[in-house]
C-alpha cells in the first residue's frame, strides 16, 4: 500500500539551491549604481528645476536625493533569498509506515 502510494504521487523535492555567490554579488551592485544614478538624477533635475523657477518640484527631488543612499544601500545589502512557493505536503507524509512493535506478532501465532 505504501509503495502503490509512493509511485502515484510526484517527487519531493529537498532544498531549493540559491544563485551563485558571483551572480548575487552582480545584482546587488546593478542595483545600487542604479539608485545611485537616480539620486544624482534628482540633484541635476533639482538644480535645473530650481533655477526654471519651479517652486515646488525642486524641494522633492532633493528629499529624493537625501533618501535614495539608505535605500541604495538596503537594497545592496539584501542577498537574494530562493522561493519558489514549494511547499511540502502534510497529512499522509507525516504518518508513520512501520507497524508498532508488537503489532506484526499477534498475527502470527504468537512466535
Request: charged share 20%; proline share 3%.
Amino acid at each position: 500500500m505504501a509503495r502503490q502510494r509512493a509511485r502515484d504521487d510526484e517527487a519531493v523535492r529537498i532544498t531549493t539551491a540559491g544563485v551563485s555567490h558571483e551572480e548575487d554579488l552582480r545584482k546587488r551592485q546593478k542595483r545600487y549604481l542604479l539608485s545611485m544614478t537616480l539620486r544624482s538624477a534628482c540633484f541635476v533635475g533639482a538644480g535645473v528645476a530650481g533655477l526654471a523657477g519651479s517652486s515646488w518640484l525642486w524641494p522633492i527631488l532633493i528629499v529624493g536625493a537625501l533618501v535614495l543612499p539608505y535605500v541604495a544601500v538596503v537594497l545592496a545589502n539584501a542577498q537574494a533569498n530562493r522561493s519558489d512557493g514549494f511547499q511540502l505536503r502534510s497529512g499522509a507524509y507525516g504518518a508513520p509506515e512501520l507497524e508498532a512493535a508488537g503489532s506484526h506478532r499477534a498475527g502470527l501465532g504468537g512466535r
